[in-house]
C-alpha cells in the first residue's frame, strides 16, 4: 500500500507539472484527477470489471460527484481507506468525504462492473450515420468503447489524465489515445498499458487480437493495428501515414501527439481519435482509402483533436479538414479536379439540402443524415475555401498555424478563428462569418438581359447579374468564352442587380458566371443533372416493383430503400404503375413490361429485357445489375430512376455499394463490383448564354 500511495504522489506531482499549462483549457475546471485505472475485459459475457483508483485535489465545498455508465454496477466505493456514504442515479455517482478529514488530497477508490453489448453491424445496410448509434459493445469480435459510453468514471469539473492497464484475452491488445507503455502476454492473456495526460475531452477503448507493426521517420512514429487476415496491408498504411504526418507538420506545426495509429475495428467505422484512427477492416482492404479517408484522418490530429472544438458556436473542424486534406489533395492534383471537386459540393447541397432542413453553420455539431453531412461538410469546405480567397494565400496558412499554436489542446469557436483570421489578414471579416457561418442558406443567382453590342472598336457584352432575396454580399467572375481565349472581369453584387458590360476584341461564344465555382451558391434545377444523391434527398419516392421479379421483387425494394435512407416510399405492383405516375420521383425495381414506362429512361441505356448499355459498354450476364436516375422526359421537375436486375443476390450486393457513389447519374456492377460510372450532361444553366457563331449586331439571348 505504501509503494502504491508513494507511486500515486509521484505521478500526481508530475501531473502537475506537466498538465499546469493546460488547465485554463477546461471550461469550469476547478480540480485535477488522476487515474490509475486497471480494465478487465470479459468478451464471452460482454462485460468488464474496473478498478480506479483517483487522486485529485478535495473540492473546496460539497460532495464528489463521477460521471459513469448507468448500467455499471458499484461494487466498492472507498476515500482515503474510508467506506463513504454514496448515490449512484443515472450515470452520476455522488460521494461525500468526511468532513472530520481534513486531507486536501482526496486518494478515490472505485470497484465497479458494467455490460456494453450494442449491436454493432458487420454489414450495415444504411451508413449515413457512421456511428449507426453504437456507443459501447464488448464482444468475441472485439472491444468498442467511445467515451460516450461511460465506460470509465470521469470526476466531473475536472482536467483528467490516466494510467490505464487493460487486461484482456488471449492476444486481445487494446488500443487509446496517449502513449504506448507495454503489451505483455501473461499467462494466456495480454495487459496492455498507456499514459494519457492532458486530458480534456472523453476517451475511448478499441481492443482486439491485433497484430502491431510500427515505423519512425524524422521523428514521426506510425503504428497499425490490424487483424492478421489485414496483416499485409499494413506496409502502405505505414509509409501513406509518414508521409502525410511530414506533410501536415510542415504546413500547420509539430504533430500534437506522441504517434499516429491506425487501428481496425470489427464494423465498418471511420473515427478519429487524439493519436489513432479506427476504420473497419473491410474499410481498409478498399485501394484508395490510403489516398482519401486515411489523410483526412491524419488532418483530424490538428483540428479537432488538437485544437478542440467549442461546441457552443458550431463544429468548424469538419470543415477545415475536408478542406486542408480532401480538398488539397485535388487541388495538388489539378486544377480541373479541384474545381469538380467544388461543384460536386454544390451540387451535394443543392441535392439534399432543401430551404426547409437548412440550417447555419453555426448549428452543426455532427453528422447524422446526408443534409448535415453537406451542410458540415460541404458548405463548410466550401466557406473555408472563399476564405482563403478573401484574406489570400500567406494569411490564410499563417492564420492556421497561428490557431493551431494559440488553441492547441484548448477550445476554439467560430469567432475565435474569425478572430485569428483577422489578426493575420489586417481586415475586419464580420460581413464574411455573419453571412456564411451564422445565416443558413446560399446565394441564388442569375443572369438577365445578356445581349451582344457589336460595334468597329470590338463587341460589348452587357447585361445584368441578379441575386434572390436575402442578398449577400459577394463578389462573382464572368467569364467570355472567344476566339481569342477566356476573358473576365469581376463584378461585386451586395443587393439584388447589378449592372455589367465587358469589352471583347470578338464577339463571344459563351459568356458563364463563376465557372470554376469558386462561390457557395445554391445550384438551380436545371444545372442539376439527376444523380443518386437526387433520389436519396429526396422526401417522398414511388416505387413500382416489376412483374418480372416475381416474389423477390417486394425483397429487393425494401432492402434498396432501406440501403439508400429512403423513409416515405409508397410501393406498387407494376399493373398499378398509372398511379404513381405523377410522383416527383419514380423507381422502378426490375425493368418494366410497359413500353411507356420504358420511353421514360434515356435511349443510350439501350434497355432490353436480359441486357443494358452504360457508358458505351454492353452488359447481359446475369449477375449485371443496372441503377440509373434520369430526369423525367415530360416533366422537368421530376426524376425517374431504374434497378435493372436478374439476380435477387447481385441486386442486394449493388444496393449495399450504390449509395456511396451519390454524384453520379448510372452505375453499372458486375459480379459485385462497379465496372461503368457516369453522370448526365447539364446543358442548360441560369449563369450561362451561349451563342451562335458570328452573331449579328445587338443580337440577344435570355438564358
Request: glycine content about 8%; aromatic content about 10%; some cysteine.
Amino acid at each position: 500500500m505504501r509503494r502504491q500511495a508513494i507511486r500515486l504522489a509521484l505521478i500526481y506531482l508530475l501531473v502537475l507539472a506537466g498538465t499546469y499549462a493546460t488547465v485554463e483549457s477546461a471550461r469550469a475546471t476547478d480540480a485535477i484527477a488522476h487515474h490509475d485505472l486497471t480494465i478487465h475485459l470479459f468478451p464471452e459475457r460482454s462485460e468488464l470489471g474496473g478498478l480506479d483508483r483517483i487522486r485529485m485535489q478535495r473540492p473546496e465545498k460539497g460532495p464528489v460527484h463521477l460521471l459513469l455508465s448507468p448500467r455499471a454496477r458499484i461494487l466498492d466505493v472507498r476515500i482515503n481507506g474510508h467506506e463513504p456514504p454514496y448515490a449512484f442515479n443515472r450515470g452520476r455517482l455522488t460521494l461525500n468525504p468526511d468532513l472530520n478529514d481534513s486531507s486536501q488530497i482526496l486518494d478515490l477508490s472505485l470497484r465497479y462492473t458494467c455490460r456494453f453489448d450494442d449491436p454493432a453491424p458487420v454489414r450495415p445496410v444504411n451508413t449515413d450515420n457512421p456511428g449507426f448509434g453504437v456507443t459501447g459493445t464488448i464482444s468475441v469480435s472485439g472491444t468498442f468503447l467511445l467515451s460516450g459510453a461511460g465506460w470509465y468514471p470521469r470526476v466531473e469539473k475536472a482536467l483528467q489524465s490516466l494510467m490505464l492497464t487493460v487486461d484482456g484475452p488471449g492476444d486481445t491488445a487494446a488500443v487509446t489515445a496517449g502513449r504506448l507503455l507495454g503489451i505483455d502476454h501473461r499467462g494466456g492473456r495480454t495487459v496492455s498499458r498507456w499514459q494519457i495526460d492532458n486530458h480534456l475531452e472523453g476517451l475511448s477503448l478499441s481492443a482486439g487480437p491485433y497484430v502491431v507493426e510500427k515505423r519512425a521517420l524524422d521523428g514521426l512514429t506510425a503504428t497499425t493495428y490490424f487483424l492478421s487476415e489485414n496483416q499485409d496491408l499494413a506496409p502502405r498504411y505505414l509509409e501513406a501515414s509518414l508521409r502525410y504526418l511530414k506533410r501536415y507538420s510542415d504546413l500547420f506545426g509539430t504533430y500534437p501527439f506522441d504517434g499516429f495509429a491506425v487501428v481496425e475495428n470489427f464494423f465498418p467505422t471511420g473515427y478519429g481519435f487524439p493519436g489513432y484512427t479506427l476504420m473497419g477492416g473491410r474499410v481498409l482492404q478498399l485501394p484508395f482509402i490510403p489516398e482519401t479517408s486515411l489523410p483526412h484522418e491524419i488532418v483530424h490530429s490538428w483540428w479537432g483533436n488538437g485544437v478542440l472544438v467549442d461546441a457552443t458556436s458550431g463544429n468548424w473542424c469538419e470543415g477545415l479538414t475536408s478542406y486542408t486534406a480532401d480538398y488539397l489533395i485535388k487541388e495538388q492534383t489539378s486544377p480541373r479536379a479541384a474545381a469538380d471537386y467544388r461543384r460536386q459540393a454544390l451540387r451535394n447541397f443543392a441535392t439534399l439540402v432543401s430551404p426547409t432542413v437548412d440550417f447555419p453553420l453555426s448549428r452543426f455539431l455532427s453528422r447524422t443524415d446526408p443534409a448535415t453531412k453537406a451542410v458540415g461538410y460541404d458548405k463548410s469546405t466550401m466557406v473555408f475555401h472563399m476564405l482563403r480567397r478573401e484574406v489570400g494565400e500567406d494569411a490564410f496558412w499563417a492564420s492556421l498555424r497561428h490557431l493551431y499554436g494559440q488553441f492547441r489542446f484548448r477550445h476554439a469557436s467560430w469567432k475565435d478563428l474569425q478572430a485569428c483570421f483577422e489578426a493575420q489578414a489586417g481586415q475586419s471579416l464580420d460581413t464574411f462569418f455573419r453571412q456564411w457561418v451564422h445565416r443558413p442558406g446560399a446565394p441564388q443567382i442569375r443572369l438577365e438581359n445578356v445581349r451582344l453590342i457589336k460595334g468597329s472598336q470590338g463587341c460589348r457584352t452587357v447585361g445584368s447579374l441578379v441575386q434572390e432575396n436575402p442578398f449577400y454580399d459577394i463578389t462573382l467572375e464572368l467569364t467570355l468564352d472567344t476566339h481569342e481565349g477566356p476573358a473576365a472581369q469581376s463584378i461585386s453584387l451586395s443587393e439584388r442587380l447589378a449592372d455589367f458590360e465587358i469589352i471583347s476584341r470578338n464577339c463571344p461564344r459563351s459568356l458563364t458566371v463563376d465557372p470554376d465555382h469558386h462561390l457557395f451558391r445554391r445550384l438551380s434545377p436545371e444545372e442539376m443533372p439527376p444523380t443518386v444523391n437526387t433520389l436519396k434527398g429526396s422526401t417522398s419516392v414511388a416505387m413500382v416493383v416489376a412483374d418480372r421479379l416475381g416474389q423477390s421483387g417486394e425483397a429487393i425494394a425494401l432492402y434498396f430503400s432501406k440501403a439508400m435512407g429512403l423513409d416515405n416510399v409508397r410501393m406498387f405492383l407494376e399493373a398499378d404503375v398509372m398511379a404513381a405516375a405523377d410522383a416527383i420521383n419514380l423507381l422502378f425495381i426490375g425493368l418494366p413490361d410497359q413500353l411507356e414506362a420504358l420511353r421514360l429512361f434515356p435511349d443510350e441505356l439501350a434497355l432490353s429485357p436480359t441486357a443494358f448499355d452504360a457508358g458505351g459498354q454492353h452488359f447481359n450476364g446475369s449477375e449485371d445489375v443496372l441503377f440509373a436516375v434520369a430526369r423525367h422526359p415530360d416533366h422537368s421537375g421530376r426524376t425517374v430512376a431504374l434497378l435493372h436486375t436478374r439476380s435477387t443476390e447481385a441486386a442486394i450486393q449493388a444496393a449495399l455499394k450504390i449509395p456511396h457513389y451519390g454524384r453520379y447519374s448510372y452505375l453499372a456492377f458486375s459480379d459485385g463490383h462497379n465496372r461503368i460510372k457516369g453522370t448526365w450532361e447539364v446543358n442548360d444553366s441560369p449563369v450561362m448564354v451561349r451563342w451562335k457563331p458570328d452573331p449579328p449586331n445587338n443580337q440577344g439571348a435570355r438564358p
